[in-house]
């Protein structure tokens, strides 16, 4: 069982950075993958990155890519999200989610989900 909470959320001005940070518990947490998706009020879930338990894989979602970066603290328990250069778009509820499958940008294959935290960049 893995339960986590996200951080570091707020508001910030268009071409700003922020970095949101996911503290997990649970002794599954280092042999998990790990990743982050966003959501705003009637739109799905967005797949933002993924990490792998060892960090050597990592995949990021179109919209992030180059801007983005995700991270990962064993020793911590902890993911960290990175966000460089942030638009408007990029305004939404950020959650982080863990799973027992291979890093993936689905949703439904995580098993573990936090809380959220709100990230509002303003224009």
């Known amino acids: 069982q893995v339960q986590q909470v996200e951080s570091g959320g707020g508001l910030v001005e268009a071409g700003g950075s922020l970095r949101i940070s996911c503290a997990a518990s649970?002794?599954?947490?280092?042999?998990?993958?790990m990743g982050w998706f966003r959501q705003v009020p009637g739109k799905e879930r967005e797949f933002v990155a993924v990490?792998?338990?060892?960090?050597?894989?990592?995949y990021y979602g179109d919209s992030v890519k180059g801007r983005f970066t995700i991270s990962r603290d064993r020793a911590k328990n902890t993911v960290y999200l990175q966000m460089n250069n942030l638009k408007p778009e990029d305004t939404a509820v950020y959650y982080c989610?863990?799973?027992?499958?291979?890093?993936?940008?689905?949703?439904?294959?995580?098993?573990?989900w936090g809380q959220g935290t709100q990230v509002t960049v303003s224009s």
């Open positions: 989610a863990g799973t027992l499958s291979y890093p993936t940008a689905v949703a439904a294959k995580f098993d573990y």
């Open positions: 649970g002794r599954t947490f280092s042999s998990i993958a």
């Open positions: 990490i792998s338990e060892s960090g050597s894989t990592i």
